[in-house]
Each structure stands twice: as structure tokens, then as C-alpha cells.
């Protein structure tokens, strides 16, 4: 029997509508003195007592009453109204919901191309929420339908099945064989994997179709095991699994934004992250900087931490990558954020004096705390000048409230001052889950180098949707780190198709040296160690070494990869294309031509020259990108928007960058 059976709305008027139809009754019937059981028919009897009067009360239900309307018996006439319709209201809405929900089952046996949802937590609650909001069928799994989860997501039009999602029958219930895609968050790492593989045997009988199956890790350890495991692939021709852990999701989300994917030179001065509070989401940040954004041989990530645990607060990095000091210099200070306590402004203000950042990253557990302290090191920053310096702030369930405050500190220049990231309802969204831009270039990198090495006997050497979760990881980060590569070269990945460039032997040879270099520190982080002789097993690779110390046949397959750079990108529906950077003080009258195909026009300017500032904002609107410089101390009201038309900031290059742009001849 469902709990669910009338809405909070329909109590306002049931609730009262009873009580005074029992009042009503058991006031007949004590008063009545010609009457002794609603039932019997009798009249002439004493008066009824309380608990006879009640007893006859209820009986009305049965619609048994025949009571006039008149002076002595017209409560009795009322009550024989209101007692049998309120009995009558709840049986068709019992009937109706069980319709209703029948309904759905049935619909569910025939939906197509929909996502299923395994449990409702608040992750799986999340998620259909975050589907339902953009309009996509979705089928719930879950042990309870009585839970006001439950209920919620059947408001909503979805069809909620209650049993075990384990079990192949409710998969099939759910139209496993006809979804699109599976998102499994049961609260259990291993339950979750358990009911993925199980669903993959299912989909092992359907031909010609795949389900992209999405299991949930909570478990960090757990989540960092499958990926490194390189001896069997966990999906099938007809299965493809996609592991998704928040903290990793949240991470990624904040390094793929325009100020961690930027041109980074050789001659760079050493970049720079600060953390405020630093659990595994801030971890996840580091260790994902050092192997991706800022993998460029000599030159080493930095952050700076402040955490109320100092130097142990490591232990989260740790277990995301043992060796993060290896690949990181890592600074810690002891810091404890609260709401009243600004203490910790001091060790922060030396941070910042000793060493500018690039981005400030503010992970503390408690979003009021977090936000709070986002605004305090937003004060602190504009304070010495730094205001184009962003800060990124994980909030879990206030994102709205984040996303409030960051337009109250967004300039008309500078927009993104204050970033909050980390919301559930951003990570659960189905552009967040279901994002194919990713995996579409790591499988466009593997087909490609499949067709170069089709007899290679790798444990590589197969199918994408057969290919072991270890190697799906290493071809995701490749395809993770084609842009900060192709930055390095004057290069962009665009997010459309266009002309193939071709690429010249000295771009090719550093686009080579600079793949091989992240691919040293990625196994270098998950414990592998240099040998002579190659052993998966014992994690040792006869390759972990210096781009200088490699053999030639291995540097000419780094180079020929590096030549089938445009290839993978159109495979991936992409295109690159070449910088063309004029620096706006130079602009001659202003005029810009307009580059051929395959060329993208970047102006760099100081926004402080009014004739700069409009020379930009004219290259502009023919299609170029803008990187702006601000020194510290510049004042942020000379960058007042001149133009209707929303600038488009690619990124905002620092004294130092702008000296090493100019020097290297990057320029056009």
C-alpha cells in the first residue's frame, strides 16, 4: 500500500472536511433519541454513549445512513455525506495512482533511446532531476518506491520500478536493451560495478546497438585501482563503461577553463596554484595540473597550502599520485578557515606576496565557510593588485548562491574574478555525464594509432570498447592534454570541423617531446619506475626516460603520432588551426586582415591604451580572439567596456608572459 497517497495540499482540506464529519456524527448519534445503529434501522432507542456514537460514525462510510434533513437529525444528514465521499475520494485515488504508476511500468517497457537510473540517493536524485530539467526520458531502479525520492521523481513523469537493479529482469523492465545509457549510484562502489557488469551480460545477447554504462566510485582508492588495472577491459562491443567519481569530474571541470589551458613557453616563470583547505578535490586539482595543464619538460607546477593540517594534509595527494612531490613543489602553512576567525588572512597575504598565483583554489568542506572565505581572498587580492587573478571555490548544494556572489565580483573586463565549481547539480547534469567531447578525441587518438600499429602485440592493440580501462585513462589523457601541446606551439584545438593544417618539422619534433614528457609523469605518478627490461607487472619500462635518451625508432613513432595530430582531430570532428597574433599597439591604423582558413587571429593589447583597447575590440568582431595584460596595481575602473558587443577573453597574460611572447617572435 503506498504512503504516498494524498499530496500535503490535499490534507488542507481532507484533514478538516474529517473531523468535522466525524464531530458531526458522533454528535447525532449522542443527541439522537430516535435512532439506536445506523445499520439496524431501529428507532425509539436511549441516547447512543461516545464510543457507540463513534463506532456508528465511522460506519457511514458504508454509505448506509438514510437520515432527513431537518432540525434534529440535520448533522446526521451532513455527516452521511461527508464521511462516505472522503472514503470514496481516497479509493479513487488509490485506483488512479496505481493506473498511474502501472502506466508508467508499461510506458518504461517502451521507451527508447532513454537513461536509466540506479538508486536515489542524492546523487541518483540529482540526476534525474538534472535530466527531467532538460526534457529526457528517464526510468528509475530503486529498492523503495515509498521514499519521498520516490515520490518526487513520479511528479515528475518518471517511472520509478521498485526492486533490485542487480537483477537481470528489472534491467530488462527498465528497457536496458533499448536505453541509451545507464547511470548506476546505489551508495556502494562495489555494488555499483557489480550491477554494470551485470547489465554488460545482459546487452551481451543485443546486436548492432551500445549502452554507455556509468557506474559511480565513491571509493577513491577503488576509482584509482580500475584505472590502472591494464590487463582487462571491463566493457564490451555492446557495453561501453564510463567510471565517473565527482571529486575527479569537479577537478577537470575547473582545469579545462581558459585560464589553465593557455600558451605556456619554456622561458615561463614557474606557475603558480594557492589552495585554501585541501582535501581530495584539491588534490585532485594538483595532481591533474602537474600531468596535464602544465607537463612541460624543466618546468614544474607549484601550489602553495593552506590547511588547518599543514604538512599532512598531503595524505590526499598521496593517494591520488604517491610521488606528487616528485612532480609538484609543494609549500604548506597551517590554516584553519571559520566564518568569524580571519586569523588566517596574515599567513595568507605572505602567500600571496611571496609568490603570485595563477588561480586560488578554495576547497573547504562547508560552503558557507568556502564562499566566506572566497570573498575575504577576493579583498586580499584586489587589494595588492591582483585583479585579474581568478578564484575558484568548490560549493556542494549554494552553486546559486556562488553564482550570485561571482556576478557581484565580476568587472566588465575581467567576468570570471570568482568561479564556483563543484555543485552536484552541475556534475550530474547530462552534459556533465554524458559529455562525448572527451572520449570522441581519446577513441579518434586510439583509432588513429590502431591504424598505424594493427599487428602490434600491446594489450592496446584492440578495439576502443575493448580496450582496458588503464588504456582508455592514458588515451583520455593524451586527448586532455592536445591543447596545452598545440598552446606550446602557437596552435589550437577548435571545436569544429575546418582545412588540415600541416605541420612543420620543428612543431612536429616538440609536439613529440612534449607528448613523451606527459607520458613519463603519468606513469611515474601511478608508481612506475625505469628498467631495462619492460614489465607490466612489476610496473618497469624500458621507456621512462628523457626525451633525449630515447631510442631513435621510439622518437620516430612520437613523431609520426605528432604528424597525425590534424587526422585525429577531424576523426574527432574538430579541426586546429594556426595563432596569428598581432599586438594591438602595433596595429597601423587599426586595419586587420582577415586570415585565410586554418588561421585564427589572436590580438594581444593593453587595455590601459585607449587606441589598443578599440583596435581589439574592431578585431574582434571579424572573429578574433583577445588576450589581454594587467600588471598589479593597474586600476580596474580603465577598464570600463567600450562596446555593445561582450568581449571575448581567451586569456590574461602577466608581465612575464607578455616579455617571453614578444621575445620568442611569437608574434605574426
Known sequence: MPTNLFK???????????????????YGFMGCTDCSAVTSGVRGAAPTGFVAAATHTLSLVKAVGNFPLDRVHWPLFVAQIIMPALAFVSVFKLVLQNIRRDARVLFARRLKNHTIVCGLGDT???IVESFRDQHMPVVVIALNVSTPDATACERRGVAVLEGDAGQASMLKLAGLKRAASLVIACGSDGTNLEIGMRARDVLAQVRGRSVKILP?????????????????????????????????????????????LRAVPEAMP??????????????EILVRAARCNFAIPGQKVSATVLDEKGAASIAAAQEACADISQIADIEFQPCEFTADDSSWQAAAIAALQKRPPLAVVIAVQQDDIALNTAMRFRKLLDGLGFFATPIFVRVREQHRLGAFLSQLEAQSLFRERLVPFGGLALLTSPAALLDQSLDSLARAAHDVWLRSNAHSESSAAMPWEKLAEFHKQSNRGLADYIPV????????LVNEPGPLVTLDSAQVEKLAALEHWRWYLELYSMGWRHAESRDDFLKLHNRLVDWADLPKGTKDYNREMARL???????AGMCIRRDHILFADAMGGGTVVVPEPGIQLVIAFDPRDPQAFLRALAAQRLGAKIWARLEAGASPRLFRQQSGDPLEIETFLCEEEWTVLRAQGVAA
Open 565 to 571: 595530430l590534424p587526422q585525429i582531430a577531424a576523426a
Open 216 to 260: 559511480e566510485l565513491r571509493s577513491d582508492w577503488l576509482y584509482d585501482l580500475v584505472k590502472a588495472q591494464n590487463t582487462g577491459a571491463i566493457g564490451s562491443d555492446q557495453a561501453e563503461f564510463q567510471l565517473f567519481n565527482l571529486n575527479a569530474n569537479a577537478a577537470r571541470h575547473v582545469l579545462r577553463s581558459r585560464f589553465f
Open 124 to 126: 541518483g536524485r540529482q
Open 485 to 492: 601541446r598545440l598552446g606550446c606551439c602557437g596552435l589550437r
Open 270 to 283: 614557474q606557475p603558480h596554484i594557492l589552495f585554501a583547505g585541501f582535501g581530495r578535490v584539491a588534490a
Open 8 to 26: 500535503i495540499s490535499d490534507w488542507i482540506y481532507i484533514v478538516p472536511l474529517a473531523l468535522i464529519g466525524f464531530a458531526l456524527g458522533v
